[in-house]
């Protein structure tokens, strides 16, 4: 049998659709794992991006941080976590952590700080100061580029999640892990599949979100000031392996 005929037998088989190791069972646990690495970096990265990019300092140090922590390998991340705390969610959800923040911190510095003046100096002129101008001018303003930062976060993330199977754990990379040692090359291949298809189905729901949350007068000009802010990261690869 070819890979091809490997794949639909094993999409074919009524124990891959139901029960403990199914793919809807498999699919929940990564989003889960997700959902927390995603939680936990928002709550560190957007508040720092937004502040700073607000108060115009720190630009070196956005930077730094992102920069730096880009250039630790996933894997080799987790298996040091695992050698300090051991087997549990920690070590993965650090490496998913990781991926997540730097996205998220950058394009909330760029898109508060890059905020026009004259809004916020409008915003100034009716009585709003600190932090009312972040909250009801500059945030918004920003938040189309602030959302892409979340949607390459949560791209990266879901295609990283497979390396919680790393550590014994469930989600997708459960059927790439038990298939490599098994020998089980159509359960291998599917379980791509069905990871594959989940990021880009997280790249088609935070367009929507996208579209939906922008204000169509700040649309353009932020999807042309956020090519610049993600730059980085698009164009430069990221270690995946220790």
Not at 110 to 118: A, H, I, L, Q, T
Request: glycine content about 10%; proline content about 6%.
């Amino acid at each position: 049998m070819n890979l091809f005929d490997l794949v639909a037998a094993w999409f074919a088989e009524p124990s891959t659709w139901s029960g403990p190791d199914s793919i809807p069972t498999r699919v929940a646990e990564h989003l889960q794992y997700t959902a927390l690495a995603m939680l936990i970096a928002a709550v560190i990265a957007l508040p720092l991006g937004t502040v700073l990019g607000h108060l115009h300092r720190g630009q070196a140090l956005v930077l730094t941080i992102a920069n730096t922590i880009r250039a630790l390998p996933t894997l080799g991340l987790v298996t040091l976590v695992v050698i300090l705390s051991g087997i549990g969610l920690l070590p993965p959800l650090i490496a998913l952590i990781v991926l997540a923040v730097p996205p998220m911190l950058v394009n909330s510095f760029e898109g508060v700080r890059n905020v026009d003046p004259s809004v916020v100096d409008a915003a100034r002129g009716v009585g709003l100061r600190g932090t009312a101008t972040l909250l009801g001018v500059e945030i918004p303003v920003a938040l189309p580029i602030i959302l892409l930062g979340v949607r390459v976060a949560a791209i990266q993330v879901v295609s990283a999640a497979t390396i919680a199977a790393y550590v014994g754990l469930g989600g997708l990379g459960r059927f790439i892990f038990d298939g490599l040692g098994r020998r089980d090359f159509g359960q291998m291949a599917g379980g791509s599949i069905v990871a594959a298809v989940l990021a880009v189905a997280t790249e088609v729901v935070f367009v929507l979100l996208t579209a939906f949350a922008t204000s169509p007068g700040v649309s353009r000009r932020s999807r042309i000031g956020s090519l610049g802010s993600l730059v980085r990261f698009t164009l430069q690869p990221r270690k995946q392996i220790a």
